[in-house]
Every structure is written in structure tokens, then in C-alpha cells.
């Protein structure tokens, strides 16, 4: 047996988890030694961020934790986009702000003024999202950039553990700022925005040491985007299956060999992001389980009391398609009382306003059913690829409704699991480094969905409230 550990920081919660590889098997069994949470705070006076340091200790902790096992190396994998601006000092200069932040209100436009939307994407296929590295870096003063290195979060984390500066390339594409098809930071974007090109470190792969922790122990850049890591950990080959890491968000897409760059991939918002061994991730951020993690915070402050398996089995008790809303509208993307936004967006399409938490929560995974299913629909007719079947991974696939509402919808089998797709990507890139090639998942058994229920209704569905018609 040879251990690895993964850092895996999700936007409600971290894991430090201790994956072993058995030497006859190769197979990667995980146990989890320490979860905390990392949710954002809203800072007084201004700013939605993220407690950095808290989570450093945290890390620190669960790395002390697993000094038994004696760990061959370590990865860090977190969300993407969000970083911290190092000063010459070498210390994290202010906060690292949550990319829910509304600051970027407004970037896009002003980028517009030097870089076309038609370049920005030729360049970096990247999806337009309003929290992009690229526009929370032109939301800064330009003094602070000055002289800095920006660290994206499992980069910072990395740096603290070993003093070494980088950029992991999975998640560098995320910012906006590297191009797709050489995989280097663009210098033409750069020379057109005012963001210094001595900002941006150089970039290394997964799979290159990184340096040492403070108790000696390798660490190893993995797929830091905790996205890339999880699509590294689909348990499937060939190119017939679409996958949805599903979580916070559902990132719904394909691997492909090569980006897709062209303007219907554009305007149907579909994101080409770098993934593990060359290959691109073109998939399509949904909305995903935060619509229901925020739902419920809000009716617990209320003290409403609800608990999640009970509020999931009330919505499937609910009428079919009662009320159904986009769940990409970018009235959801901030914290706040999603019920609330979800009632006025029922109301303002004209249809009954759900009144009930299982009613709001029927209409939550309807919708990202849809959602789930026009996103696929999309990606395969951009690509030119048939699919026969899909991969439903990450903390979503423990939702057994969720999992059957998007077979349904997409009239294809789902196959769940893993669930800890992150980290497990996280290990297998580790254990390939180390020279365990053949390094794969534990056959878990996964839980497998077939399509039921009325397909016309559901298309109806999609037609009437118009989810997924741009896509
Ligand atoms: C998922 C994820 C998505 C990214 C979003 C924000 O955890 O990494 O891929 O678009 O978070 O960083």
C-alpha cells in the first residue's frame, strides 16, 4: 500500500482526504481524516471572502494527521477563478475574495473597450462568467497589482506549504488569461489589458513536484481545479458519455482531444478548459446544488426546521412541471433568499408560485434536470459527438432524485459515482507522478438510473419556460 494525500477545498467545505493505492490492485480506496468548512463571510464594510488562513490551519492540521500513514506526496485541488495577490514581501497581501462577489459588476464592458468578446473567446475559450479571473483582476486598483504575484487559491496553499511560486495549468484556464490552444498566458490579451504580465507566475502541469512540505513530505502539483480533477476521475473511456460534476455547481460537458472555439460554441456559452493529459473540459458551468444548499440555510435561519431528505422526498411527492425556472438566471449567482428569487421568477413566467419548501425544492431539480439535459444536448451537437450514456459525479450523486429527474430528461442512463470525484482525481494524478500508472478507481459500485417517465412532457417542459434554448 502507498499513501497519498488530497487537499480538496469545495466553496461549503474542505477535505483532507488519505488515499491508498494497493500494489497488486492499483486501486485508490479514500478515507477522509479531516472535513471543515470554508464557506464565505461577508466582511463589514465591504467584501465577500474567504477565511484563507483558517483554512491553512485546518490543511495543516489534517497533513499532521496523516504523518502515520507516512504520504509518498501531497495535492491541493480547491474551486477555480478566486487568488491571492502575494506582495514583494512574499506575504498574502489583503483578503482573498470570494468570486460571489458582485466587484466584478460592470469588468466586462470595460474589457469589451480593448478585447472583443469574439477575441477574448478565439483566445481563451473560456465561458463567460461574471466572476472570471480576468474581470476580478481589472476590478483591482492597478497599484495593487503592481509588483505582485497573483497565486490562484491551491497555488497560495501550495506556496505556503513550499515556498514555491506557479500556476497549475487546469486552473490557470480558468482565469481567462492563458490561451486554449497553446496552453501559455496569452501575451496579446495581456498587452491589451493593464494587467501586468509580471503578475502571473510560470505555469507547471499535473504532475510535477513542487517542493517540500514543512515535514519533509513531497508535494505534488495535481488537476488543482477541483473540477479537473473530478472529470479525471469519471470512470469511463471512449466518447460516447457527457459527464455533470455536480456539487455546488453541475459542470455538464465532454473530454475532448481539442478545444472547440468556434462562434456557435461561443454564443451557446461553452467553456474549453484545460484538462489532464492534454485534453480539454468543454463544458457549461449550471447553477447546480447551490440553488438547494442556499435554500435551506435561509429556511433554517427562519427555523423552519428542514431537513434535507425530508424536503427531497415532499418535492417528489409534488405535481410534475408545476413551476419551472432557468436556474443560470444571474439573479441566483449571489447568497441570498433563493426562495424568494425563485417565487418572483415562477411569478414572472406565469406560473404558480411554489409554496412549500418540497414545492420550491420539485422546482430546483426540475430545472436543473433540464438544465442538465439541454447543456448535453449542446455540447454533443457542437462537437459532433453521439452519447449514449452519462456520468453523474461528485456530492450530487448521492441525490437519488436529482439522479433519476436528469435521466428522465435526458432519456439516457445516468451512472452515479464516485462521489468523492475530486479527490479521488486528485490521488490518481498523484499515484501516476509516483509511477503507479495503472492507478484507477476502486470499483465502486455505481448506481445506475435508466430513463423513465413521460419524454414528451419533458420536452414540453423545456419548451415552455425556454431552459436551454440558447444552449
Ligand atoms: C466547481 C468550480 C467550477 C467553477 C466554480 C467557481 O467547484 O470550480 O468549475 O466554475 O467552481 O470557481
Not at 262 to 276: D, S, Y
Not at 335 to 350: L, T, Y
Request: net charge negative; with cysteine.
Amino acid at each position: 500500500m502507498r499513501s497519498f494525500v488530497a487537499v480538496d477545498l469545495g466553496a461549503t467545505s474542505g477535505r483532507v482526504m488519505l488515499g491508498r493505492v494497493g500494489q497488486a490492485t492499483a486501486a485508490v480506496e479514500l478515507t477522509q481524516l479531516r472535513r471543515f468548512a470554508t464557506g464565505p463571510r461577508q466582511r463589514p464594510g465591504g467584501g465577500l471572502r474567504w477565511d484563507v488562513e483558517a483554512m491553512y490551519g485546518e490543511i495543516l492540521a489534517g497533513l499532521r494527521q496523516a504523518r502515520a500513514a507516512e504520504p509518498v506526496s501531497i495535492g491541493i485541488d480547491s474551486w477555480a477563478v478566486d487568488y491571492g495577490l502575494i506582495g514583494a514581501d512574499g506575504k498574502l497581501d489583503g483578503d482573498v475574495r470570494c468570486y460571489r462577489d458582485p466587484r466584478t459588476d460592470g469588468m466586462a464592458d470595460k474589457l469589451r473597450e480593448s478585447v472583443s468578446d469574439e477575441l477574448l473567446y478565439r483566445i481563451t475559450g473560456l465561458q463567460y462568467l461574471p466572476f472570471n479571473t480576468v474581470y476580478q483582476l481589472l476590478s483591482e486598483p492597478a497599484e495593487r497589482l503592481e509588483g505582485a504575484t497573483m497565486l490562484l487559491l491551491p497555488d497560495l496553499i501550495a506556496y505556503w506549504l513550499t515556498g514555491e511560486v506557479g500556476a497549475e495549468v487546469t486552473n490557470a484556464s480558468t482565469t481567462a488569461l492563458l490561451d486554449a490552444t497553446t496552453r501559455q498566458w496569452s501575451t496579446e490579451l495581456l498587452e491589451r489589458t493593464p494587467i501586468p504580465q509580471s503578475l502571473l507566475p510560470p505555469l507547471r502541469q499535473p504532475g510535477e513536484p513542487i517542493g517540500r512540505s514543512p515535514e519533509g513530505t513531497p508535494v505534488v502539483a495535481v488537476a488543482s481545479h477541483d473540477t479537473a480533477s473530478a472529470v479525471a476521475a469519471v470512470p469511463a473511456t471512449g466518447d460516447d458519455f457527457g459527464y455533470i460534476s455536480c456539487g455546488t455547481w453541475s459542470l455538464v460537458g465532454l473530454r475532448l482531444p481539442a478545444p472547440v472555439l468556434t462562434e456557435q460554441a461561443r454564443l451557446a456559452n461553452f467553456t474549453n478548459e484545460a484538462g489532464i493529459d492534454g485534453t480539454v473540459r468543454f463544458l457549461r458551468n449550471t447553477m447546480g446544488l447551490w440553488l438547494l444548499s442556499e435554500s435551506l440555510r435561509v429556511w433554517r435561519e427562519r427555523g423552519l426546521g428542514v431537513r434535507l431528505e425530508q424536503v427531497l422526498h415532499e418535492a417528489m411527492k409534488q405535481p410534475a412541471f408545476a413551476s419551472l425556472i432557468d436556474p443560470d438566471d444571474p439573479v441566483f449567482l449571489t447568497p441570498g433568499d433563493m426562495p424568494a428569487r425563485i417565487a418572483r421568477a415562477c411569478e414572472e413566467r406565469g406560473q404558480p408560485v411554489p409554496d412549500s419548501p418540497g414545492a420550491v425544492v420539485r422546482t430546483i431539480l426540475e430545472s436543473l434536470a433540464l438544465a442538465h439535459a439541454a447543456s448535453l444536448r449542446t455540447a454533443a451537437e457542437l462537437a459532433g459527438r453521439e452519447l449514449r450514456v452519462v456520468h453523474l459525479v461528485g456530492g450530487g450523486a448521492l441525490n437519488e432524485s436529482l439522479c433519476q429527474l436528469t435521466a428522465d430528461a435526458c432519456g439516457l442512463p445516468v451512472l452515479a459515482g464516485p462521489v468523492e470525484a475530486s479527490a479521488l482525481g486528485n490521488v490518481l494524478v498523484q499515484a501516476r507522478a509516483a509511477g503507479l500508472a495503472d492507478a484507477g478507481p476502486a470499483a465502486a459500485p455505481l448506481a445506475r438510473y435508466e430513463p423513465s417517465g413521460d419524454r414528451a412532457a419533458w420536452l414540453a417542459a423545456a419548451r415552455r419556460v425556454g431552459v436551454g434554448e440558447a444552449r
